[in-house]
C-alpha cells in the first residue's frame, strides 16, 4: 500500500507520454485526463497515508 502514490504518479507519467506519442486529438485528450486523474489518485494517497501516519502515533506513544 506505501507505493501506491508512486504507483500513480507512474501511471500519470505513461499517460503523459501516450498523449505526446499520439497523433490524434481525442486520444491526446483523453490521456492527458487520465494523467490529471492519476495525479489526483496520487496526492490523495499520500495524503491518506500521512494521516495513518499520524494517527498511529498518538497509539504508540
Known amino acids: ?3 501506491d502514490a508512486a504507483t500513480f504518479r ?3 507519467d505513461q499517460a503523459r507520454a501516450d498523449a505526446a506519442a499520439s497523433n490524434l486529438q ?5 490521456c492527458e485526463r487520465s494523467a ?3 495525479d489526483a489518485m496520487a496526492v490523495r494517497a ?5 494521516e ?4 498511529a502515533t498518538p497509539r504508540e506513544a
Open 10 to 12: 507512474g501511471r500519470a
Open 1 to 3: 500500500m506505501s507505493d
Open 46 to 50: 499520500e495524503r491518506i497515508a500521512q
Open 26 to 30: 481525442n486520444v491526446r485528450d483523453r
Open 36 to 38: 490529471v486523474t492519476w
Open 52 to 55: 495513518r501516519a499520524a494517527r
